[in-house]
C-alpha cells in the first residue's frame, strides 16, 4: 500500500488553509483512513464500492463541513464515527488524504473500457 | 500398524480373497438367505441386489450423474453405479463434502437444464448437506437427494451404523424441501423416484428426496419381472388465468411509466427470447435481478443499473417472479431500521409468481409480505406468450419513446464505465478491474459465470445475450455455494463448448475448498478468478455499523471478520489438489497475463485457478 502515498501529502495541509479548509497532514490521513476502516466501504483510494458498501469519496470530495457532518452525523447507512472515537485531527488528516487521490483515466482512454 | 492388527488385517483379506473367489464361482447362482446370527453367508452371493434395480429407475431419468461422499448407508447403490452401470449414466462423482455435492447439482441444473442427483450418508451426510439443500430451495432449483437409512434395527452393524440412521431420516430436510419419501420395497422405489422426479421439475422446481435403504438396496430382488419403472412425463408449467392476464396486460398498456422488474424467470433461451418480445411490445425498461438470466444486457431496454430510479417514477410495476417485491419499492435503513417508501403511493402492481403454491412456515425465506393490484399464480415463461398477445392487442402509450429510451440506455452504460474507472490502478486490486480484465479472455468465447450476483460488474460491464451466460447467485446466500455449483456448471459446460469462469470469494471457497480437488480429479474445465479480499467483508461493515450504533471504537472491527494473519495462498491451496494455479496477484497489470495463461490450461480441458488480491467490493 506504500504506493498509495507520494511525498507531495505532506505539502497539502498548506493548500488546505487557502480554501478554509483546517489544514491536515495526508500521509497521517491515509494511515488514520486504514486504522478506522473507512476503506472498507469507500475503497483504499476513495473509489467507493458497490452493491451499496459505500459512495465514491474521491476525486472531488464534497467540502470539508459536508465531509465533515456526515462522518459525524451520518445520513443513510452510515456508522457514525464520533469525536471520542475519531479525533478532530484525524479527521483533518483523513480528508487531506482524501483530497490528494487524483482522477483516474477517462474510461475513453483505457483499451478495456472501450465499448 | 502394529502385529497384531497387521495379523489380523492378513487374516481378513485371506477370508476376503476367499469370498471374492466363491462369488466370482457362484455369479450365477440364485442367492441362498443367510440365518441371522448364524455366521453363515460366506458363499452366499446376491447376483442381482436390488441397488442395481435403482440404477436402472436413475437411468429411466436421464440422470448422467451422481454427486457423492462414499457412504456405507449406499455402499450397495454406489458398487451397483459402477460395476453394474459401468459408472456411465450415471457417473459417480467424488466429492468431499455433502454441501459440495448438492451445489454441485445446484450449478449443474442451472447450466444444462437437468436434474443432477446426490448421495448423502443417513444421518450425518444429510446434516452436512442441509445448507446447500436450502440454496437450492430459495432458488427454486431441483435437486434429486437420495439418502442411504438402514431401517430395520436388527439389520443394523453395532456401533456407527446405528448413530447414522435415523427413523425420519429426511426430516431435517423437510421445512425446504418439496416431497419426500422413504420406499419399503423396489416398487415402491421406483414410482417414488419417478414421481419425486416429476415433482421436482414441474414449476415452482424444488429439491426432493428418497432414502433408499440400505437393505433393499443390499438384499437381491425377489420377483424381477414383477417391477416395473414408470414412464416420466413432466408436467406442463400453469399458466396464468386467461382474464387476469388480459386484466395485466389492460394495465400495462395504458400506463405511461411502466417498468418490468424480473428474477427467475427465463428457463432457456426461449425464456430470454419471450422477455425481450414482451419488453418490446411495451417499450418498458427492464430491470433484470438476476435470478436467472433474463434478458440481453446489450438491449437497449435493459436498465437493470437504474432500477431504483425506474420504480421510483413508475405508474406501474410488472414484477415477474421476483423473491421481494417488497424490497423493490420501499427501502429499510441499516442499522436504524427506518422504512421509506421508494415508490409512488399509488402506483400499480402486478405480479406473476408461483410463490404462493410453495411456501412453508419456518424458514422465512417468503420475504415481507407485499400487496398487488393484480396477483397472477403462474409459470412466469409459461404465461408470456399469452401477455405478449394481449399487449400487442391494447394500445401502447409509449410507441413514440424508443430513441428517449436509447439515450437513456447509452447514458446508464456510459456512467458504468466511469464508475469503472475508479480505482483502476489501486493494489489491492478494484473489483471493475477484475471483471474488465476477466472479460478479455472471455470476450471471444462462448462463456458463462457461474455466479452473477456477488458482484454486479459482470452484468453492468459485459455483454451478454445468452441464458447460459449468467447463471445468478445461491438463492439462500448460504456461504459455501459458489466454488461448487461453479464445478457442477462447468461439468454441465463441458461437452458443450462453454467455458466456465467463476470470480471466487475466499471465504465462500474456504467452507469446502476440497470442491477443487473434484474439478481436477474428473478434468472438469473452470477458470476460477479469486475475489481475495481477505475478509468476510460484509461481515467487517455489520462490525462497523454496530460499534457505530453503540458509539463505541470502530477500529477492531477487523477482529473475527478477517482471513488474514496468516494470509490463505490459494494458488498453493488449489496445486495441492492438482489445480493449475497462480498468485497472489496484487499488481493489476499481471491478471491479464496470468488469465491468458489459466484459459490455455482450462482449454486443455484442466480446471485453474488465479489468486487476485482484490479491494473489499
Known sequence: ?115 | MDNEARRSFLKGAAATLAATTVTAQAADKPAAKAKPGSGEGLDKVIARPGSDFMVDVLRSLNIDYVASNPASSFRSFHESIVNYGGNRKPEFLTCLHEESSVAMAHGYYKASGKMMAMMAHGSVGIQHAAMAVYNAWCDRVPVMLIGGNFMDAAQRRPGVEWAHCSQNAAGILRDFIKWDDQPASLQHFAESTVRAYKMAMTPPMEPVMIVADGMLQEHAIDDEKSLSIPKLVLTAPPQGESGAVREAAKLLGAAQNPVIVCERVARNQEGVKLMVELAEALNAPVVDLLGRMNFPTTHYLCRSSDGRALVRDADVILFLEVGDPWGQMNSISDPHHQYRRIAKPDVKTIHVTLAEQLMKSNYQDMQRFCPVDISISADVQATLPSLIEFIKKTSNARAGRTETLRKEYQQMKARTREAATLGWDASPVSTARLHAELWQVLKNENWCLAESRNSSWAARLWPATQHHNFLGQSGGAGVGYIAPAAVGAALANKDKGIITAVVQPDGDLMYAPGVLWTAAHHRIPLLSVMHNNRAYHQEVMHLQKMAGLHNRRMDTARIGTTIEDPNIDYAKLAQAQGVWAEGPITDPAKIGPALQRAMAVVKKGEPALVDVVTQGR
Request: hydrophobic fraction near 35%; glycine fraction near 8%.
Open chain 1, 1 to 115: 500500500m506504500k504506493s498509495f502515498l507520494p511525498i507531495f501529502f505532506l505539502l497539502v495541509g498548506n493548500s488546505f488553509a487557502q480554501d478554509q479548509t483546517p489544514a491536515g497532514n495526508a500521509q497521517n490521513g491515509y494511515k488514520a483512513y486504514l486504522k478506522y476502516q473507512c476503506y472498507t466501504c469507500h475503497g483504499t483510494v476513495g473509489q467507493g464500492a458497490e452493491r451499496g458498501a459505500g459512495p465514491k469519496l474521491a476525486p472531488n470530495p464534497f467540502p470539508w463541513a459536508g465531509f465533515e457532518f456526515q462522518v459525524r452525523t451520518p445520513r443513510q447507512d452510515m456508522p457514525a464515527y464520533r469525536k471520542q472515537h475519531l479525533p478532530d485531527q484525524e479527521l483533518v488528516d483523513i480528508y487531506a488524504y482524501v483530497r490528494t487521490i487524483k482522477a483516474p483515466p477517462s474510461a475513453a482512454s483505457i483499451p478495456l473500457l472501450k465499448e
